[in-house]
């Protein structure tokens, strides 16, 4: 039977399609009859049933298939619902640790700098993980206004030591730094297990595992005791030596070579914006990590529960922190996620993809907000954690825009989930470098302890050639021509120190001499270098043990020995060239 609607049923029928009530495969079935004007008796009073639902909701406030959350006390805004009243939580329910998916323009970082401007100066102090972008630093002049002194914090401009723990039972703790260091750097099992090995031998070395070290060993002395390793497989030792020199090189002995370092223990009390400060998401995960983890560790080693958030530490892109290792292993703060709960330490960890996001971290982050993504597999996966309905995940699928989430609260006065619109906030702000350095002066402060054998650490052999006064000279006369030694410093890039040698006269001669004529014997090689033959065998001990020239052997015709010929290395050229 054809049905003929009035004109206030089609209103009332495109307002519930369009705040979809028919998004089912049920409701499109239903849909698409009464488009098409076929709809019999029963099809009309199924979309009745649909559209008198639908009035109902928006009778009772509800907006699409969300209920208005009842959220009307607490400390902590998350922003507003559908009807513009302010949603409010308690901001202990953070200690149970949250989860802020969103795509890029989805108002992740808005609603970020939102929750962190309420919390900076309220709790005892914040970290903000801020790798890939510089937006939270520009909360530092408003928060200013509080009275908050926030820190801005490239980590290229700190003093970290990822080798050193804070207090606690070190057999349990180094295993778990291992790992997480070893997750950072990406290394393969057999390199994951010699570098196990030499940290464990380093952390003896320097006492800390009997408890009577003072002292930390660093990553430096990792790479050089892998590189004196001559048992490890040449191949793996060859991978390691190149991940831990990628590290070296681009932190540098500025930010690592510290056997005393900044202590998480320390920076746990102020409030800090750590930038990746242009090296790569690893090399910064490096640092961040361990730090997060030592306090972490400490909550969990304390046994304490139920304290008020004192510490929330908020990452504003932690993709690549929630992927999985090699072996397919959890990160160390995933697995710390479900152990820390109520300790006064929250965790808050934002991501633009559920993609790596493991079932563990799902379960044990009590609140979840989802933002406009560009994939509909991230919504059915969060959805599911916050067990939405079919048409909940649908309505979140087409719906959602910039500014707008579906939330689920870890405010245990309510559950369900609900759809959350974050306030606009523009902050036109920005920072230079003097007010970034003045920021971080409370850290000047820091007891450290610096490595000394390694500050002027390079990978690139280096070779100084200058002149040493001699004795005759020191004392006031002038010296005899020839008779004041050069004095050469060799920089290695496999060795922390740096072996002196005096190079005389005769040998820079006989050095230029190589260079000239190469492949002259040793038989020859006197009279071109204007020496002695004594001299000549002298040099050439004292010259291939420093490295600057080789020795080989010439067959210079098929009858009789072979000649003695000696080489000028490449480290014998730089020296020459220096001159």
Known sequence: MRHRSSHS??????????????????????????????????????????????????????????????????????????????????????????????????????????????????????????????????????????????????ITRGRFNPLQLESGNPRQAIPRRVRSLATSLDLSPPAYRLFGDACWAEYERFGQIDGSGRVWPTLFDVYERVKRDDTAHPQVRAGLLDRLRGVLVGLGPEVLAWRQAWSAEHLASKDIVFEGGGVTESMAMLIVEPLVESRLSSALESGTSNRPLELLIAFEDAQSLLSSSQGGELRVLDEFAGLVRGAGIGLLFGAQSAHGVSQHLLANTATKLLGRVGNARDVATIGGAMGLTGEQVRWAMHSLVPGRFVCQAGDAAWRKPFALQVPRMRIESSLDDREIAASQRPLLRLPVEPAKEYLNWSPIERVEVRSKPSQRRRQGTNSVSGSSPTEITTISADTPTTPTASLSAEALRLLRSLRDAPGTPMSKLHTAASISRRALYRLRDELLGQGLITQTELSTSARGRPAVVLVLTALGRRVLGAQ
């Open 9 to 154: 049923w089609l209103e009332s029928y495109q307002a519930a399609t369009e705040a979809g009530a028919f998004m089912d495969a049920a409701g499109r079935a239903i849909s698409r009859l009464v488009d098409l004007g076929v709809a019999d008796e029963q099809v009309m009073s199924l979309a009745r049933a649909r559209i008198e639902r639908h009035e109902r909701r928006v009778i009772r406030g509800e907006v699409g298939p969300f209920p208005v959350p009842r959220l009307e006390s607490g400390d902590l805004m998350l922003g507003d619902d559908e009807q513009g009243n302010r949603v409010l939580i308690d901001s202990n329910a953070l200690t149970a640790h949250s989860l802020l998916i969103g795509g890029s323009g989805s108002g992740k970082s808005t609603l970020l700098s939102f929750i962190m401007i309420q919390l900076m100066g309220t709790i005892k102090a914040t970290w903000s993980i801020d790798l890939r972008k510089r937006d939270l630093r520009r909360l530092r002049p408003l928060v200013k206004r509080k009275g908050v002194d926030l820190i801005v914090l490239p």
